[in-house]
């Protein structure tokens, strides 16, 4: 058997009478063992709380130094986390939120890293919850995600249709839960059966009410845009108080209702439960039609959120619902509209938004508001949330100008004789660097250059290395050209012979050095020889 419990108490909340709650992951500031780096974004919990004299909250957000090129902004985790530690701090587990309250909340954000970001355009996201997989109904909303359970309104046994039509009581007090958990068998008596039959039901109640002979629960809403009105009814809550044990014994006996049976103890932190421990039982609409009516009307209209001074001051969930109504989370949630792109153009328009440099804040307002006449007593504790982030794009970059030298001898080819890089200069991405703006340096190693050209402006981007102008410069000189004597790369130290005296004489060496001698005496020998013959000769003669 699957009964359907109360969110986990690791998820704070708050509350709407002593049960509707607005859950969050709470990402504060805490004494973390400093060995584990800082989450990008923080909460600052000892600054941020409720201001008593203003009746607003302050929230205040620190993107740390681990934050990288790209920042998201939890501002919904941020809010819903400093309302329930103030709820704490008064005695209370969860904070009260009633039909027709508004909280309105002022949000600065301090940039404690050591980078520049700005806005990201079109990174504004304000959606419905999230939730578990094993919290999830088989219905499906206006959004396209599973419905959780604890997402879904009660059956109202307040309205019209349950207390008088179907069980013919003068007054909504009178229901039982003996009623309540056999609702489907009382349905078969006035003739609806299926898995639709209470769907099928109230279609034709409205029908009757409304003179119509609309087809279907969609082309009903569709006709009636106020008809979630209908349902905030006073009188009974919907809520049975009975023991653990009876709540079993009554989803056993209508097993066709018990994945959609929500129960709360009076202990919050209470993990184990007996038989005899008292409960507070609901009913969830237990079809698709009546079950998404609710959580859709619920996150379209009731449940608003307005961003800035002026349109905080214009919602009022009781007196300006054609506004307020206007501000439905849902109402944000397709990009291409309207309201999607004034609240993007909102943030985007914030003083340094555009360049939130290193130590400066980026403020402003925001109001959360729960629809005064359309919140009924079906969405007693009733559960619920919303996820807003906006995010930052780094922007700090820098830029280099690096200088090339060339050189061509007697009209030939130009070689590169060498490079000086300047020293990177600080910049934003976006910014424009006009290649004709900057310094031209004509001298190379002692020598002059004339400046050939320039690689061309450039448009900063976040990469370093891709933010580079190259300035080219050249010389034409004829002639080998001279060695530069100031160059220490073309001179060469002459090595000193070495004078120290062998220890004993080198004979081959010395052989060698005499035979050219003795070949010169020998020629000179033979010479003198060959002189003396011929005179002798020729003195025979």
Not at 32 to 49: C, I, L
Not at 142 to 168: C, R, V
Not at 416 to 445: C, H, I, S
Request: charged share 20%.
């Amino acid at each position: 058997m699957k009964v359907v419990k109360k969110l986990a108490a690791l998820l704070l909340s708050a509350a709407l009478l002593t049960g509707m709650c607005a859950t969050s992951v709470l990402a504060a500031e805490t004494d973390a063992p400093t060995e584990e780096p800082k989450p990008a974004v923080s909460v600052d919990m000892e600054k941020s709380g409720f201001v008593a004299e203003g009746g607003y909250f302050d929230v205040y957000l620190t993107i740390n130094d681990t934050a990288t090129a790209n920042v998201q902004a939890a501002i919904s985790d941020a809010i819903l986390a400093v309302m329930d530690v103030y709820a704490m701090e008064n005695g209370r587990p969860i904070y009260p939120v009633l039909p027709g309250d508004s909280n309105l909340v002022h949000v600065t954000i301090n940039n404690q890293s050591e980078h520049t970001y700005t806005y990201t355009d079109g990174s504004f996201y304000l959606s419905s919850p999230y939730a578990a997989e094993e919290e999830l109904s088989p219905f499906i909303g206006f959004d396209g995600k599973e419905i959780p359970y604890a997402y879904i309104a009660a059956i109202p046994s307040s309205h019209k249709a349950i207390y008088k039509n179907l069980f013919g009581l003068p007054s909504s007090g009178d229901v039982t839960a003996d009623m309540m958990f056999g609702i489907y068998d009382k349905l078969a008596e006035k003739g609806y059966t299926g898995e639709n039959a209470m769907t099928a039901y109230f279609l034709d109640y409205y029908n009757r009410e409304y003179s119509t002979e609309y087809a279907s629960w969609d082309e009903l809403v569709a006709a009636k845009p106020n008809l979630g009105d209908t349902f905030a009814q006073t009188g009974s809550n919907s809520i049975f108080t009975m023991s653990f044990g009876q709540m079993k014994a009554y989803c056993e006996e209508h097993p066709e209702l018990a994945p959609y049976v929500y129960y709360e103890t009076g202990d919050m932190g209470s993990v184990g439960i007996g038989d005899d421990d008292e409960v507070r039982v609901q009913i969830k609409w237990p079809e698709q039609d009546l079950a998404a009516f609710s959580y859709n009307i619920f996150y379209q209209d009731y449940f608003s959120v307005a961003y800035g001074d002026d349109e905080c001051e214009q919602m009022n969930p009781n007196t300006n619902t054609a506004f307020t109504r206007t501000r439905g989370v849902g109402d944000y949630m397709d990009p291409a509209s309207e309201l999607y792109q004034q609240t993007d153009a909102y943030f985007a328009g914030l003083e340094n938004a555009d360049v939130f440099a290193p130590g400066e804040t980026l403020t402003f307002t925001t109001m959360l508001a729960i629809d005064g006449p359309g919140v009924g007593n079906g969405y007693m504790n009733y559960v619920f949330s919303y996820y807003n982030e906006i995010a930052f794009n780094q922007i700090d970059t820098s830029w280099t100008v690096v200088h090339k030298y060339y050189t061509s001898i007697d009209g030939g080819e130009y070689t590169l004789d060498g490079t000086v890089t300047d020293k990177a200069v600080p910049g934003l991405v976006g910014d424009t660097v006009k290649a004709a703006d900057l310094e031209k340096l004509l001298q190379y190693n002692g020598n002059p250059y004339t400046f050939y050209q320039a690689s061309g402006d450039i448009q900063l981007v976040l990469d370093p290395a891709e933010n580079q102008i190259v300035m080219e410069y050249r010389r034409d000189i004829k002639g080998t050209e001279p060695e530069d004597p100031d160059d220490s790369s073309s001179s060469e130290t002459p090595e000193k012979p070495d004078t120290t005296p062998s220890e004993k004489p080198d004979n081959s060496q010395t052989g060698d050095n005499l035979m050219p001698i003795l070949i010169g005496v020998a020629v000179l020998l033979v010479s003198g020889l060959v002189c003396v013959v011929f005179i002798r000769k020729r003195s025979r003669s």
